[in-house]
């Protein structure tokens, strides 16, 4: 037969000590990050004007869902498109090309806009869609 004897078990006790350090530094950690409106700096900060230049900053062309295209503020066609851009592009030291795309642009318009800056002098260029 088996012999149970049960007079020697000790019952399980947690140890609560590291749950209360956990959570006295939980306890700190968010008084610390937490924000008074009252608290902090008042700075002023200088009303600053752009250094750059309508020449240094890049040209940009958009293409629009119905495929009508607008060169900086100017809306064209596909037609009068390259001496527009070889006007806007000759006169500019920045001869960066910001192309911004709408997403259904057929891929045809956008190969021969790409090709129309290019071919105008442009260097580098930018896709945005």
């Known amino acids: 037969m088996l012999n149970i004897n049960k007079g020697n078990h000790k019952r399980f006790k947690p140890d609560l000590a590291p749950l209360i350090d956990v959570v006295f530094l939980l306890l700190i950690f968010y008084m610390l990050t937490f ?11 200088p009303n600053g ?10 040209l940009v062309i958009r293409i629009n869902q ?3 295209i607008q060169v900086g503020s100017q809306s064209t066609n596909l037609e009068n498109l390259k001496d527009i ?10 001869k960066a090309v910001v192309i911004h795309t709408h997403d259904k642009t057929l891929y045809d318009i956008f190969v021969q806009v790409f090709d129309f800056a290019r071919q ?3 260097s580098d260029f930018s896709l945005v869609m």
């Open 49 to 58: 004007t752009s250094s750059h230049s309508a020449e240094e900053m890049p």
């Open 66 to 68: 119905a495929d009508n």
């Open 35 to 45: 924000a008074i409106p009252s608290q902090g700096l008042d700075v002023k900060l």
């Open 85 to 94: 851009l070889k006007s806007e592009i000759a006169g500019r030291n920045n």
């Open 120 to 122: 105008a002098g442009a």
